[in-house]
């Protein structure tokens, strides 16, 4: 059956509008259920009718509406192309009554705010933007601080996404949120786990910050997504690791954690980036003349059984440490 769907749309707005609290519930419900089904203006034209439902009903937090209002959203944003309709609920004020919703909520309705936020970040990179510049990032680390099992991973994912935004980078600092950065890049899917890892390596340019993530355990966890990361991931994880390396004091400690075998896979790997962030990584390893015999030894290797691309890169490897006296005997 093809409803009618400019009929439906004006009775969903009656029923909005001037119904009861029961009608209004049902035409929600069922605006959630048609939602992957009606071509893409009709749930567009629904966002504003949704947004100021829910604003207007967000003091109230017995109301049945609140969650049902936030999981309809949560069904529009994942319809239409290029994120397209989660950049109109953001832009609508949705994902604002959202996040003062979210900590007066109970239990329940948490989880679903939390979902359709998971949902609207992943979507759409402006509305991280809105999310750290209305208070969220403050919400998503106090509420991590109390340890919630049940939606802890919406919340790690949330804040691993929020991490791409500079502003948020800063305040997770302040915050004393780093620590869960640093979980979001040992669980979670993988995007995740590499928006975590590339926020960690750009706030560990600081020395400072560097030495809080590695007394948080960092190194352990880039040396997990570079044993288990897919190509893009083990390259994002790979750089961090040389952020870290860029002192000069943790350099025995990423080598005893093994990361040496690690980056001559990296050298042997596909992609050219990774190959070029091993090189810089294996020279930084070099200062330590037992970790340059080892680098040399798996240098070698690969220059014996590689293909021509990781040939090179291992050649080009053996020519920056020419430059080291002690790495000259050991060639």
């Not at 319809?79 to 909520?105: H, K, M, N, Y």
Request: aromatic letters at 4%; glycine letters at 8%.
């Amino acid at each position: 059956m093809n409803p009618n769907w400019e009929e439906s749309l004006n009775h969903f707005e009656r029923m909005i509008d001037s119904g009861t609290e029961s009608m209004r519930i049902k035409a929600v419900i069922k605006l959630s259920k048609l939602s992957n089904q009606a071509p893409e203006y009709i749930p567009s034209q629904t966002i504003p009718i949704l947004s100021n439902l829910i604003a207007d009903d967000s003091s109230n937090n017995s109301s049945p509406l609140q969650g049902l209002v936030v999981h309809c959203l949560k069904c529009i944003a994942r319809q239409g192309d290029d994120g397209r309709l989660a950049t109109e609920i953001g832009q609508s004020g949705a994902l604002c009554s959202i996040l003062r919703l979210l900590p007066q909520s109970n239990a329940s309705v948490q989880k679903i705010c939390l979902k359709c936020i998971w949902c609207l970040v992943n979507l759409c990179n402006e509305n991280r933007l809105i999310v750290a510049m209305n208070g969220g990032l403050e919400i998503i680390v106090n509420m991590l601080s109390s340890s919630m099992d049940g939606v802890r991973r919406y919340l790690l994912e949330i804040l691993s996404a929020l991490s791409l935004v500079r502003v948020v980078r800063r305040g997770l600092v302040s915050l004393g949120g780093l620590r869960f950065l640093v979980e979001a890049a040992r669980v979670g899917n993988m995007l995740s786990r590499e928006r975590a890892c590339q926020a960690i390596g750009l706030l560990g340019i600081t020395r400072r910050v560097r030495r809080m993530l590695v007394d948080l355990g960092v190194i352990d966890v880039l040396m997990e997504l570079l044993r288990v990361g897919d190509g893009a991931l083990k390259v994002v994880a790979g750089n961090t690791l040389g952020v870290i390396l860029a002192n000069i004091d943790y350099i025995d400690l990423v080598a005893q954690s093994g990361a040496i075998p690690l980056f001559a896979e990296l050298i042997q790997g596909s992609e050219s980036v990774g190959q070029e962030i091993a090189e810089d990584a294996f020279c930084l390893l070099a200062v330590g003349e037992a970790n340059a015999v080892v680098i040399a030894e798996h240098l070698v290797r690969i220059l014996r059984e590689g293909n021509a691309e990781s040939k090179a890169a291992a050649a080009n490897v053996f020519w920056d440490l020419s430059g080291y006296k002690h790495t000259v005997p050991v060639i």
